[in-house]
């Protein structure tokens, strides 16, 4: 292990990965220390789990924390090294470029190549390990088998049949040699051409200068080589941006109404989905849990089943089922002489549709655990509410919901928080649609937080801004956490009533 971890150091240290070899050198440096020092031995059982919690949790969030202050999205992926490598390597041909025809020289089963050059003057030219020698100057054998000028081996390399060039052709558009102050690089199969790089990169001045027009780019703020002028080169970098990615959610109004209309919706959806499934699932569990009720097994077989289907599977039924063209919902409802719904359309219809989808998917998993909570209240309970002349109202009002709530509660709310983060049911059914009409992000009527983060991220035809999506995904974990914290209070307040009983 330390001899693998050696040698991924030197690696992340010629990357100049210094964060990553800082990391790899404290892992390493703890397992060393838990593994061969006796006194350390009883964290040998907690450090495997310490190493996979920081790696697939902790890293994570301060990975989103660190994101959310930077400009990295479309457009802004490369690091600035990176991007002035990337500009430094572009080119232009300019009006005297001068053409060269080539021929290419190749040993077999290798990929190394030698190219034979001639400009239009006649002179002829070796392309050698990526220098331009002149072939009276090139020392090594060449064969002229004919002596018709026509070489059919340099140093051991064999002529290359026009037909084969094709197979090689990416390895040979990669090949540059220098003449002139200028870059030879192949322009089509029969010849190479001189081209001129277009930028030069001044690391004193962090400046990048165009050898075209001799302008100026500085770095620009938002992560772009940018002059004077206003004119900006792209690609752009990766920067800190300072706290621009929270202002520009909470101030720009294209950005934080949409993002207001989703937030809100979240909760409203949550909320919703948890009462519909709840009061559904708990009317079904009453019925079940009457022992006069007859085939009562059949029932709870057949009310199981929206539970046993996968959901992506139910999600998509219903997707088919309220289509507004040719869905069955509809069919039925034009059979009662009622007018078609746009079901997807319309912004208020498809929340309906939505709460209608989770209901079917919800109250099944709500069902069975009122059922089993109403299994274990005792029955004297009934019978002494029965004595003092309680109605069925009453005895559910203040013997059965009490009594299911202590139980229960806790999973209502885990039940709260995984619909607040329910990214399958939204996504498939209708991918967060309508679209919210002048949005400036990729916003629409049903999306909830992580959808939108979602769609921020990866599914917008303009781009993707990881750097906003990074920002709402804090959010989200902020109100994870506190639903978390309140979970774990309630459920602490619950056993002091229990106790207490």
């Given at each position: 292990?330390?001899?693998?971890?050696?040698?991924?150091?030197?690696?992340?240290?010629?990357?100049?990965?210094?964060?990553?070899?800082?990391?790899?050198?404290?892992?390493v440096?703890?397992?060393?220390?838990v593994y061969?020092?006796?006194?350390?031995?009883?964290?040998?059982?907690?450090?495997?789990?310490?190493?996979?919690?920081?790696?697939?949790?902790?890293?994570?969030?301060?990975?989103?924390?660190?994101?959310?202050?930077?400009?990295?999205?479309?457009?802004?992926?490369?690091?600035?090294?990176?991007?002035?490598?990337?500009?430094?390597?572009?080119?232009?041909?300019?009006?005297?470029?001068?053409?060269?025809?080539?021929?290419?020289?190749?040993?077999?089963?290798?990929?190394?190549?030698?190219?034979?050059?001639?400009?239009?003057?006649?002179?002829?030219?070796v392309?050698?390990?990526?220098?331009?020698?002149?072939?009276?100057?090139?020392?090594?054998?060449?064969?002229?088998?004919?002596?018709?000028?026509?070489?059919?081996?340099?140093?051991g390399?064999?002529?290359?049949?026009?037909?084969?060039?094709?197979?090689?052709?990416?390895?040979?558009?990669?090949?540059?040699?220098?003449?002139?102050?200028?870059?030879?690089?192949?322009?089509?199969?029969?010849?190479?051409?001189?081209?001129?790089?277009?930028?030069?990169?001044?690391?004193?001045?962090?400046?990048?200068?165009?050898?075209?027009?001799?302008?100026?780019?500085?770095?620009?703020?938002?992560?772009?080589?940018?002059?004077?002028?206003?004119?900006?080169?792209?690609?752009?970098f990766?920067?800190?941006?300072?706290?621009?990615?929270?202002?520009?959610?909470?101030?720009?109004?294209?950005?934080?109404?949409?993002?207001?209309?989703?937030?809100?919706?979240?909760?409203?959806?949550?909320?919703?989905?948890?009462?519909?499934?709840?009061?559904?699932?708990?009317?079904?569990?009453?019925?079940?849990?009457?022992?006069?009720?007859?085939?009562?097994?059949?029932?709870?077989?057949?009310?199981?089943l929206?539970y046993?289907?996968?959901?992506?599977?139910?999600?998509?039924?219903?997707?088919?089922?309220?289509?507004?063209?040719?869905?069955?919902?509809?069919?039925?409802?034009?059979?009662?002489?009622?007018?078609?719904?746009?079901?997807?359309?319309?912004?208020?219809?498809?929340?309906?549709?939505?709460?209608?989808?989770?209901?079917?998917?919800?109250?099944?998993?709500?069902?069975?655990?009122?059922?089993?909570?109403?299994?274990?209240?005792?029955?004297?309970?009934?019978?002494?509410?029965?004595?003092d002349?309680?109605s069925?109202?009453?005895?559910?009002?203040?013997?059965?919901?009490?009594?299911?709530?202590?139980?229960?509660g806790?999973?209502?709310?885990?039940?709260?928080?995984?619909?607040?983060?329910?990214?399958?049911?939204?996504?498939?059914?209708?991918e967060?649609?309508?679209?919210?009409?002048?949005?400036?992000?990729?916003?629409?009527?049903?999306?909830?937080l992580?959808?939108?983060t979602?769609?921020?991220?990866?599914?917008?035809?303009?781009?993707?801004?990881?750097?906003?999506?990074?920002?709402?995904?804090l959010?989200?974990?902020?109100?994870?956490?506190?639903?978390?914290?309140?979970?774990?209070?309630?459920?602490?307040?619950?056993?002091d009533?229990?106790?207490?009983?």
């Amino acid at each position: 292990m330390d001899a693998l971890s050696i040698w991924s150091a030197v690696i992340l240290y010629n990357d100049s990965a210094y964060l990553l070899l800082i990391g790899l050198i404290i892992v390493v440096g703890a397992i060393n220390i838990v593994y061969l020092i006796d006194k350390a031995y009883p964290m040998r059982y907690i450090l495997p789990g310490t190493i996979f919690m920081v790696i697939f949790v902790v890293y994570p969030i301060f990975y989103t924390v660190y994101i959310s202050f930077t400009n990295y999205g479309t457009g802004n992926i490369l690091s600035k090294q990176q991007v002035v490598n990337q500009l430094e390597n572009r080119y232009f041909s300019p009006q005297d470029a001068e053409e060269f025809s080539f021929s290419t020289f190749k040993l077999e089963n290798e990929k190394e190549f030698i190219l034979l050059f001639e400009n239009e003057e006649g002179e002829r030219f070796v392309g050698f390990e990526n220098e331009l020698i002149p072939i009276n100057d090139f020392d090594q054998d060449i064969v002229d088998s004919d002596n018709d000028g026509k070489i059919d081996e340099i140093a051991g390399y064999k002529r290359l049949p026009q037909m084969q060039l094709f197979q090689h052709l990416s390895s040979l558009q990669d090949l540059e040699y220098e003449i002139n102050d200028r870059i030879l690089r192949m322009k089509n199969t029969e010849y190479f051409s001189s081209y001129i790089r277009q930028y030069k990169y001044d690391e004193d001045k962090d400046q990048l200068i165009s050898l075209r027009t001799n302008k100026v780019y500085n770095p620009s703020e938002n992560g772009y080589f940018k002059a004077n002028d206003g004119e900006r080169l792209t690609p752009g970098f990766r920067t800190n941006i300072g706290w621009k990615n929270y202002k520009k959610l909470l101030t720009d109004d294209r950005v934080f109404n949409p993002f207001l209309r989703v937030f809100i919706w979240t909760f409203e959806w949550a909320i919703l989905s948890v009462f519909l499934t709840f009061s559904l699932g708990l009317f079904m569990a009453i019925l079940l849990n009457d022992k006069n009720l007859r085939f009562r097994k059949i029932y709870r077989v057949i009310l199981i089943l929206p539970y046993a289907i996968p959901g992506f599977i139910s999600v998509l039924v219903w997707r088919g089922l309220f289509n507004a063209e040719v869905g069955a919902v509809n069919n039925l409802l034009q059979f009662f002489s009622i007018g078609g719904i746009q079901w997807m359309q319309h912004p208020v219809w498809a929340k309906v549709a939505l709460l209608i989808v989770n209901l079917w998917m919800g109250f099944p998993y709500m069902m069975l655990i009122a059922l089993g909570s109403l299994q274990s209240i005792s029955d004297t309970l009934y019978e002494a509410a029965a004595i003092d002349g309680a109605s069925v109202w009453q005895k559910f009002r203040h013997i059965t919901l009490p009594l299911l709530l202590v139980s229960l509660g806790p999973l209502l709310i885990s039940s709260f928080a995984f619909n607040f983060n329910n990214f399958n049911v939204i996504y498939l059914f209708n991918e967060g649609g309508p679209a919210i009409p002048g949005a400036q992000t990729p916003a629409g009527a049903t999306d909830i937080l992580i959808s939108y983060t979602y769609r921020l991220s990866f599914a917008t035809g303009r781009g993707s801004d990881f750097g906003l999506a990074s920002t709402v995904a804090l959010f989200i974990f902020m109100i994870t956490a506190t639903i978390t914290w309140f979970n774990f209070k309630y459920t602490g307040a619950l056993e002091d009533v229990k106790e207490n009983e």
